[in-house]
């Protein structure tokens, strides 16, 4: 009788797939750490590209506290819109000009020209107290010819809200005079001032705007009607970051003509901006603004480009004169690195080809 036939071997298991996959990823993990060659502790070109990606995206990733970033806007404009804190009392000095209101009490040297219409008219410099909070327009009235600049204050008064109560407005003489008390809209055109200046502590400001929606308030006191603009600015970013005590620059970027600048950048936003108000004769005839505040971005709109300008992390450390001895620390290690798995590689091809032989 003829033996059997030996049965034929069991076909190989098929390998799990899920065990390929981690082979291939080890293999991919292996190829991006260890190429061109060398292994840990031994660095290599590519995993010192890896790590320093990693590092400016980590840098990025840091909470902007730690760097304390200021920003400074000057700027030249025809007209400036204000959002005045309700907390803070207010008390600014006004050269010589008319009033328009449409109500009064105590209304001191006022023509009541209508039921919503009085005119109060004063030829020496007036005080102005505001409280509980307003929106704050200034714009240049200058009429063509005159010899120095006269200027329009618009006050809208806030309403009581949230257990605030509604704005008021207070008009005092020099000599600490009632002259005028309204909770109503006060419109002040100035007469023609040689030098006049205030400060400011606001939580909103925009500056210039658009030539598309410009109507001059000062229509309202039948003066000339103007499209008013900023016309110069800029804005410079500065910070302090960590240990360092002294405050540098990082950042500075110019203002178009006719842009409209916004601060802070979102429109929900409140913030605290510090600076001054000035107009000079002999200097320049628009306003001269000045603003401090710790805000990190200020929104710019223009006629289909409207953009933010802001600064990155790494625009804070990286101009640190450490971050630069870290980079040219990191270069040479790359450099030594490649140098090192060129020369790895040579003494591998030297083994394999001894072990062939």
């Known amino acids: 009788m003829s033996a059997a036939p030996p049965s034929p071997a069991p076909p190989p298991a098929p390998e799990p ?6 082979r291939f990823a080890g293999k991919v993990v292996d190829f991006v750490l260890n190429w061109p ?3 840990w502790p031994v660095p290599t070109v590519t995993s010192l590209f890896v790590i320093a990606a990693l590092l400016v995206a980590g840098v990025e990733l840091m909470p902007r506290a730690l760097s304390d970033v200021t ?5 030249r404009t ?3 819109d204000l959002t005045l804190q309700p907390e803070r009392t207010y008390t600014w000095w006004l050269p010589p000009g008319g009033y328009s209101l449409l109500t009064a009490s105590a209304a001191a040297g006022c023509e009541h020209r209508g039921r919503f219409d009085v005119f109060c008219m004063y030829d020496e410099p007036t005080a102005i107290t505001i409280k509980n909070g ?5 714009e240049l009235t200058t009429l063509d010819g005159a010899p120095a600049p006269s200027f329009l204050l618009a006050l809208t008064p806030q309403p009581a809200v949230a257990g605030q109560a509604a704005s008021s407005f207070e008009i005092r003489s020099a000599a600490d005079e009632v002259l005028v008390t309204t909770p109503e809209l006060v419109a002040f055109e100035s007469q ?3 030098q006049w200046r205030i400060p400011l502590f606001v939580e909103r400001v925009q500056i210039g705007e658009s030539l598309a929606d410009s109507v001059g308030p000062a229509e309202a006191l039948g003066t000339i009607t ?6 110069d600015g800029d804005v410079r970013m500065f910070a302090r970051t960590l240990w360092f005590s002294e405050r540098y620059q990082i950042k500075e970027e110019r203002f178009d003509p006719a842009d409209v600048v916004q601060i802070p950048a979102e429109q929900s936003e409140r913030g605290l901006l510090l600076g001054l108000l000035s107009l000079d004769a002999t200097a320049q005839r628009e306003f001269d603004l000045t603003l401090h505040t710790d805000l990190a971005e200020v929104f710019v709109r223009r006629l289909g480009a409207e953009h933010r300008i802001g600064v990155s992390m790494w625009a804070v450390v990286s101009k640190l004169p450490m971050w630069l001895a870290l980079w040219v620390v990191w270069v040479s290690l790359i450099i030594v690195a490649n140098y090192y798995s060129d020369r790895l590689g040579e003494l591998r091809g030297h083994k394999h080809d001894a072990q062939q032989t």
């Open 17 to 22: 797939r899920v065990r390929g996959v981690r």
């Open 37 to 39: 060659g060398g292994r």
């Open 71 to 75: 920003l400074t806007v000057r700027a």
């Open 78 to 80: 025809e007209v400036l």
């Open 134 to 138: 307003a929106t704050v327009r200034f």
């Open 192 to 194: 023609p001032v040689q």
């Open 226 to 231: 103007r499209q008013p603009i900023l016309t």
